[in-house]
C-alpha cells in the first residue's frame, strides 16, 4: 500500500510539473494582460523542437536552449499580433494552436516513435530523499521538477513583493495608467508575453525529455488546456496553481491506477477524468454565484491602444 | 496610422487571398527545410484535389462536413462566443444520429434520413448546451468548458467504437454498416449533402442579415451592456446561438455518416471541428463564403494523399492551414488601419 501512494504521489509530481510551467508562463502572460489560447500548440513545439535537438546532438543542454529559443520566437510572433497589430486575442491563440500541431507535427514525422537514450534522469537529493514517503515522493525527481521548486516560490516573491512585479500586475489591470507613469507598456507586455511562452515551451520539453522520451503526434493530449484552466482556478497565483497542478496531477494518475484495479470500467472513463475534473474545478473556483472579487486582471483580453478613448 | 472608417469591398476580397498566399509562402520555408521542392508539392496537390473530376468530388467530400463546422463557429463567432466544440458537437451528433442508425426501428426511406438529421442536430445543440447554461448562468468561460468536451466527447465515442458498437471480426474501431435506407442520395460524384449545406447557408445568412434576431445577435456581439439595456435578453440568446451552433456541428455527423462513411467510427470528427474554426475566420464569419473556403481546406486536406506519396508528412494540411490563419489575422490590420506619415511640420504626407 505505502509503495502504491510514493508510486502514485511521485508520478502526481511529475505530471503537475509538467503542466505547471506552462500554467505559471501563462499566469505571467495574464497577468501582463495578454490571454495565450495558443498554449497547447506552443507545447507541442517545445516538445518537438527538444526533442529533435536531442535526437540529433544527444546534448539536453543544447535540448532547452531550442525550447527556449522555439518558445520565445512564438512569443514573438504572438506579441506581434496581440501587441502591436492588436489582434482578437482569442483568434491569435486558435492559430497558434492549430498551427503549433501542425507544425510540430510536420517536423517531427520523421522520429516519430524513437526512444532517445538521453532524457532527463532522477536525482536523489542527498539527505531530504531519506524522509520516509515525502522523500520518496518529492526528492527523488529529475532536474526539471527541482527547477519548479524553485520558480514556484520565486515567482510568487516577484509577483507580491517585488516592484517589477507591481507593475506586472498593474499592467494587466490599468496599462493606461502605468503609460501615463512613463512606464513602456508595450515593450513589457511584449517581454512577459515572451518569458510566457517559453515557459510553455519548457513545459512541452517535460513531456518528450522527462516524463517519455520519445515523440508522437499531439502527444500532450489536452495538457495545455488543463494547464490554461489552471490559470484560473489558481486565481492567477503561482503558489495556487502549483497546488491545482497537484490536484490534477493525482487524479489522472489515480485514474490510470484504478484502470488496474478496477478493470470493469473501460478505460475511455477513466481518461476523461482530467477532463471532467477541468471543467468541474473551473465551475467551482470561477463560477459567478461566488461573493468574492473576481482575481481575474481587468485589462485581460483588452486592446490597449494609445490612441483609442 | 489611423482607422479607416469603410473597407472597399475589393479590398476585403483581395487581402485574405495575399494572405493566403503569404501563408503559403511561408510554409514553403518549412517544406524547404525538410528537403522538399515547394512549388513541386504545391503543383501536386493543386492538380490532384483540384484539377480533375475525380480528385474535385473527393475534395468536395472532404468539405462537406468542413462546411458545416465553419457554419457552426461563424455563427457563434458572429455573437462573440468562443465555441471551439464544433469536434465534440460533432461526435455526440453522430453518436446519437448513429445510435438511431444502427439500433433504431427501421422507417421507410426518407422518413429514416429526417429523424436522424433531427438526431444529430438534437446531440450537437444538447451538448452545446451545456456550456450555454454555464456561460449564462454562471458565466463560466465557455472557451475551456467546449474544449474539455471535446475530449470527453471524443473519449466517449472511442468507448463505442472500440467497445459495444463494434463492428464483428474487425480490429479497428468502426462500427458495422448502417442501413442502405439511410444513404443520403449521391449527386454525380458526391454527395446530396452539398445542397443541404448551401440551403443551410442561404438559410443562416438570411438570418443573420434579415431578421431581427439576426441583428439582435450583432447588437449583443459590440456591446452585451447596451444589448440588454435595449431590452435584449443576452441570455436567451447565448442558449439559442450556442444550441444552433452546436445542431449545425452535430449535422456535421450526420453528413459524414450518412454520405460519406455510412457508418461510425472513433475519431470520426478527424479535427474538423477545429479546422472549421480557420474556415469560418477566413471567410469572415460569412456564411456563404463558408461553403467556399471550405471547399478550398477540403480541397487541401485530401492533397495530403498525393504528396505523402512522395515522402511529404500528411500534417502539410493543418501547418498551412495555422500559418494561412495567422497571415490572414496580421493582415485584418490593413484592413482596419492605413499607415500615413506625417511631415515634421505636421502636415499629412498625402497618398500616392
Known amino acids: 500500500m505505502m509503495a502504491l501512494i510514493i508510486s502514485i504521489g511521485a508520478a502526481a509530481v511529475v505530471y503537475a510539473v509538467s503542466i505547471l510551467y506552462a500554467a505559471i508562463g501563462e499566469i505571467f502572460s495574464q497577468r501582463a494582460g495578454i490571454m495565450n489560447l495558443g498554449i497547447e500548440g506552443i507545447m507541442l513545439m517545445g516538445a518537438v523542437s527538444g526533442f529533435l535537438t536531442v535526437y540529433h546532438t544527444n546534448s539536453l543542454a543544447l535540448a532547452m536552449l531550442a525550447v527556449i529559443c522555439t518558445g520565445a520566437i512564438l512569443g514573438l510572433v504572438f506579441a506581434f499580433l496581440t501587441v502591436t497589430l492588436q489582434s482578437d486575442q482569442t483568434v491569435c491563440g486558435m492559430a497558434f494552436l492549430i498551427f503549433g500541431s501542425g507544425l510540430s507535427g510536420f517536423i517531427g514525422k520523421k522520429v516519430t516513435g524513437i526512444a532517445t537514450a538521453v532524457k532527463f534522469h532522477d536525482i536523489s537529493i542527498p539527505l531530504l530523499h531519506k524522509i520516509p514517503v515525502i522523500g520518496k515522493i518529492f526528492f527523488q525527481q529529475d532536474l526539471l521538477v527541482y527547477c519548479m521548486y524553485i520558480i514556484i516560490p520565486l515567482s510568487i516573491f516577484y509577483i507580491y513583493k517585488t516592484r517589477p512585479g507591481l507593475i506586472l500586475r498593474a499592467l494587466g489591470e490599468n496599462p493606461a495608467a502605468l503609460d501615463t507613469a512613463g512606464i513602456h507598456v508595450f515593450a513589457l507586455r511584449y517581454a512577459y508575453v515572451i518569458f510566457g511562452c517559453a515557459m510553455i515551451a519548457i513545459s512541452g520539453a517535460c513531456i518528450t525529455l522527462s516524463y517519455t522520451n520519445f515523440w508522437n503526434e499531439g502527444m500532450t493530449g489536452g495538457k495545455g488546456w488543463i494547464a490554461f484552466s489552471l490559470v484560473a482556478f489558481s486565481r492567477w497565483n503561482p503558489g495556487f496553481a502549483a497546488l491545482g497542478a497537484l490536484l490534477f496531477g493525482g487524479i489522472s494518475i489515480l485514474g490510470i491506477n484504478l484502470q488496474i484495479y478496477l478493470p470493469g470500467i473501460p478505460t475511455q472513463f477513466y481518461s476523461m477524468l482530467p477532463y471532467a475534473a477541468t471543467v468541474v474545478a473551473l465551475i467551482i473556483t470561477t463560477g459567478s454565484f461566488r461573493k468574492q472579487h473576481t482575481a481575474e486582471p481587468a485589462a485581460l483580453c483588452q486592446k490597449y491602444d494609445r490612441e483609442g478613448r | ?352
Not at chain 2, 203 to 222: A, E, P
Not at chain 2, 302 to 309: P, R
Request: positive net charge.
Open chain 2, 1 to 352: 496610422m489611423e482607422k479607416k472608417q469603410t473597407v472597399p469591398l475589393y479590398k476585403k476580397i483581395l487581402n485574405p487571398i495575399i494572405c493566403v498566399l503569404l501563408g503559403l509562402a511561408f510554409s514553403a520555408i518549412f517544406i524547404i527545410i525538410s528537403g522538399f521542392d515547394p512549388l513541386t508539392v504545391f503543383a501536386k496537390m493543386i492538380s490532384y484535389s483540384f484539377l480533375n473530376s475525380m480528385g474535385l468530388y473527393g475534395s468536395i467530400n472532404g468539405a462537406l462536413p468542413l462546411m458545416f463546422c465553419g457554419l457552426s463557429v461563424a455563427l457563434a463567432f458572429r455573437m462573440k462566443l468562443n465555441n471551439i466544440g464544433a469536434e465534440g458537437q460533432f461526435a455526440i451528433g453522430a453518436v446519437l444520429g448513429g445510435w438511431f442508425a444502427l439500433y433504431g426501428p427501421s422507417l421507410p426511406a426518407p422518413f429514416g434520413l429526417i429523424v436522424m438529421f433531427l438526431l444529430c442536430a438534437l446531440g450537437g445543440g444538447l451538448w452545446a448546451a451545456i456550456a450555454a447554461a454555464l456561460k449564462a448562468y454562471w458565466k463560466i468561460n465557455e472557451t475551456i468548458v467546449t474544449l474539455m468536451f471535446n475530449y470527453i466527447a471524443l473519449l466517449f465515442l472511442d468507448y463505442l467504437c472500440y467497445g459495444p458498437w463494434m463492428a464483428p471480426k474487425q480490429t479497428t474501431a468502426i462500427t458495422p454498416l448502417i442501413p442502405d435506407s439511410m444513404y443520403l442520395p449521391g449527386l454525380g460524384g458526391t454527395s446530396s449533402a452539398l445542397i443541404l449545406a448551401v440551403v443551410i447557408a442561404l438559410l443562416l445568412q438570411f438570418y443573420l442579415q434579415r431578421t431581427t434576431g439576426g441583428y439582435q445577435i450583432s447588437v449583443i456581439r459590440d456591446s452585451s451592456q447596451s444589448a440588454t439595456y435595449a431590452g435584449i435578453s443576452v441570455k436567451r440568446f447565448i442558449f439559442i446561438v450556442f444550441i444552433l451552433s452546436g445542431a449545425l456541428a452535430g449535422l456535421a455527423g450526420f453528413v459524414k455518416v450518412t454520405g460519406i462513411l455510412h457508418r461510425v467510427q472513433a475519431q470520426l470528427p478527424g479535427g474538423a471541428g477545429y479546422t472549421g474554426i480557420v474556415v469560418a475566420y477566413l471567410s469572415q464569419f460569412n456564411p456563404l463564403v463558408v461553403i467556399l473556403v471550405a471547399i478550398l481546406f477540403g480541397g487541401l486536406q485530401n492533397s495530403c494523399a498525393a504528396v505523402q506519396i512522395m515522402g511529404v508528412p500528411s500534417q502539410i494540411a493543418t501547418m498551412i492551414q495555422g500559418t494561412i490563419m495567422i497571415f490572414v489575422i496580421a493582415g485584418e490590420f490593413l484592413n482596419h488601419y492605413k499607415i500615413s506619415f506625417y511631415r515634421e511640420d505636421g502636415m499629412e504626407v498625402p497618398e500616392q
